[in-house]
T-cell receptor, first 113, second 111 residues
Framework: SAVISQKPSRDICQRGTSLTIQCQVDSQVTMMFWYRQQPGQSLTLIATANQGSEATYESGFVIDKFPISRPNLTFSTLTVSNMSPEDSSIYLC??????????FGPGTRLTVL | AQSVTQLGSHVSVSEGALVLLRCNYSSSVPPYLFWYVQYPNQGLQLLLKYTSAATLVKGINGFEAEFKKSETSFHLTKPSAHMSDAAEYFCAVSDRNMLTFGGGTRLMVKP
């Protein structure tokens, strides 16, 4: 299994600002995913980060709010833009096949005041 | 699309007691079923995976899960709970498009 790291591990941000979360994998992977885990809830897939092309967003998530970069096969970033308290969540990146075992990073715990 | 239901958002057991965490999926048989565990302040870790090779799947840390097609269930069990098992547990299923996660069950272990 891949070793995945995320930065920052947690942050407290002000309403209206943006935060960029980094995800680094110790090996080259084809597919990387970003999930949101709202307080007390399960994981929801935000988007698939595609290397060399635009990210693919799930229903309810848009690029203007969650821009994603994937400059190479080991790295991706997720930006949470124009934040509001409703964006307070844990954001996780994962790698693996879209419909099979995925391995997750430790998550970024975001609090928006 | 698949859906996953985990009965009981919170389960409390005594140390040494049986752990039973329930998971039901929607009617069509998914290719894969998973249990993940999330320890406090950590990401998700794969406990076990069902692939149709065997209905009883053994995972890490003494956990196992049994796939029952007639009941559309994939419940997670451990014969004897340990304090270190306290965590959030997620059942997940795959369909042709993505992984779908259940709402999670927080397991508390009392001394």
């Amino acid at each position: 299994s891949a070793v995945i790291s995320q930065k920052p591990s947690r942050d407290i941000c002000q309403r209206g600002t943006s935060l960029t979360i980094q995800c680094q994998v110790d090996s080259q992977v084809t597919m990387m995913f970003w999930y949101r885990q709202q307080p007390g809830q399960s994981l929801t897939l935000i988007a698939t980060a595609n290397q060399g092309s635009e990210a693919t967003y799930e229903s309810g998530f848009v690029i203007d709010k969650f821009p994603i970069s994937r400059p190479n096969l080991t790295f991706s970033t997720l930006t949470v833009s124009n934040m509001s308290p409703e964006d307070s969540s844990i954001y996780l990146c994962s790698v693996g096949p879209r419909t099979d075992t995925q391995y997750f990073g430790p998550g970024t715990r975001l609090t928006v005041l | 699309a698949q859906s996953v239901t985990q009965l009981g958002s919170h389960v409390s057991v005594s140390e040494g007691a049986l752990v039973l965490l329930r998971c039901n999926y929607s009617s069509s048989v998914p290719p894969y079923l998973f249990w993940y565990v999330q320890y406090p302040n950590q990401g998700l870790q794969l406990l076990l995976k069902y692939t149709s090779a065997a209905t009883l799947v053994k995972g890490i840390n003494g956990f196992e899960a049994e796939f029952k097609k007639s009941e559309t269930s994939f419940h997670l069990t451990k014969p004897s709970a340990h304090m270190s098992d306290a965590a959030e547990y997620f059942c997940a299923v795959s369909d042709r498009n993505m992984l779908t996660f259940g709402g999670g069950t927080r397991l508390m272990v009392k001394p």
